[in-house]
């Protein structure tokens, strides 16, 4: 069974740090590329970032700068290290197989895990 299971969320203050981890199972993760997005409540699910498989990553306008994303293929997992929080950072973090924004639409996608950016 292909599963993506994600993990590293949690409360924050602002200006603060997390690393949220991507678990792969089922399938061999160095072999797509994957990518991150978020959901704040009431608002879309939007895109933030990508890495392929040669590890080129792209980030979104809202998080460049601030987030990294990166893949660890021999543990099968892809992480976004995210540095100087906002609170309009706050949502629930999704990673997904894929590379831009056409990865909103991939039926590969986890659970997601919460991101509070709060004082």
């Known amino acids: 069974e292909v599963q993506l299971v994600e993990s590293g969320g949690g409360l924050v203050a602002p200006g603060g740090s997390l690393r949220l981890s991507c678990a792969g199972s089922g399938f061999t993760l160095s072999s797509v590329s994957m990518s991150w997005a978020r959901q704040a409540p009431g608002k879309e699910l939007e895109w933030i970032s990508s890495?392929?498989?040669?590890?080129?990553?792209i980030y979104g306008a809202s998080v460049k700068g601030r987030f990294t994303i990166s893949r660890d293929n021999a543990k099968n997992t892809v992480y976004l290290q995210m540095n100087s929080l906002k609170t309009e950072d706050t949502a629930v973090y999704y990673c997904?197989?894929?590379?831009?924004?056409?990865?909103?639409?991939?039926?590969?996608r986890g659970q997601g895990t919460q991101v509070t950016v709060s004082s």
């Open positions: 890495i392929n498989t040669l590890s080129l990553d």
């Open positions: 997904a197989t894929g590379f831009g924004a056409s990865s909103l639409t991939s039926r590969t």
